[in-house]
Structure formats: structure tokens, C-alpha cells
């Protein structure tokens, strides 16, 4: 069974940065998927990065591309998202997520579009 843990989210004033962390475990494919996605309250929950771990695909929504830049630490399942920058309207609660568990990954000009099968609990950005 996966789970993702995360941590990292705080208020911040615009301009400045954030680094969210999400530590996986339960891991047991070597070729997967994971991201980061963000909701306002009575919104969609919208993706803003996704990473194909094991290879090197990585996509970024239009409005964070140039200020946010996911990574990962293998060595300890952790997928990281560095914010710079920061806009209030980056505003929202971030999920990280994995598609463990769900076969092969489906990636399509450098977005991972099988996500996700397994949700991390959340974590606030505020940016005021």
C-alpha cells in the first residue's frame, strides 16, 4: 500500500519561496509517475507538475513554468517541488500523487496523464 507524505506549505509573501517535500513509501515500481497538483477552495484540483521517475519527462503548467521546478531523491522516494517567485494566486492546497499501482505510465509530450492512483493528505500555501 503507498503513501505519501508531505510537507513543506506555509505562508509566504509574494516574491518569495516555498519548498514542498513528499516522501513515498510502499514504493515498489521502478517506472512511475508522480506530481503535484493545487486546489482552491470550489475549484478543480489542477496540475502543476508531473515527473516521470526512472526517466526524464517532466511537464509544468503554463502558469508556474519558469518559477516552480519539481525534482526527486531516489534514494529516499521524495519528490520535491521548489517554488520561486511566489504569486498570490499560487494560493491553494497542494496534493502531491503517484500512479503506482496502476500499470504503465501513460506520458504524452512530457505530461504524465496516469495520475493518479494514490493522493498525499495536503498541504496550504498562502501568498499573500
Known amino acids: 500500500h503507498v503513501q505519501l507524505v508531505e510537507s513543506g506549505g506555509d505562508s509566504v509573501q509574494a516574491g518569495g519561496s516555498l519548498r514542498l517535500s513528499c516522501e513515498a513509501s510502499?514504493?515498489?515500481?521502478?517506472?512511475?509517475?508522480m506530481g503535484w497538483f493545487r486546489q482552491i477552495p470550489g475549484q478543480e484540483r489542477d496540475g502543476v507538475a508531473t515527473?516521470?521517475?526512472?526517466?526524464?519527462?517532466?511537464w509544468y503548467s503554463d502558469s508556474v513554468k519558469g518559477r516552480f521546478t519539481v525534482s526527486q531523491d531516489n534514494s529516499n522516494n521524495t519528490l520535491y517541488l521548489q517554488m520561486y517567485n511566489l504569486k498570490p494566486e499560487d494560493t491553494a492546497m497542494y496534493f502531491c500523487?503517484?500512479?503506482?499501482?496502476?500499470?504503465?505510465?501513460?506520458?504524452?509530450?512530457?505530461?504524465?496523464?496516469?495520475?493518479?492512483?494514490?493522493w498525499s493528505q495536503g498541504t496550504q500555501v498562502t501568498v499573500s
Open positions: 500523487a503517484t500512479d503506482q499501482g496502476r500499470g504503465t505510465p501513460v506520458l504524452s509530450s512530457g505530461q504524465c496523464y496516469s495520475l493518479p492512483s494514490y
Open positions: 510502499g514504493v515498489t515500481y521502478k517506472r512511475y509517475c
Open positions: 515527473t516521470f521517475v526512472g526517466g526524464t519527462s517532466t
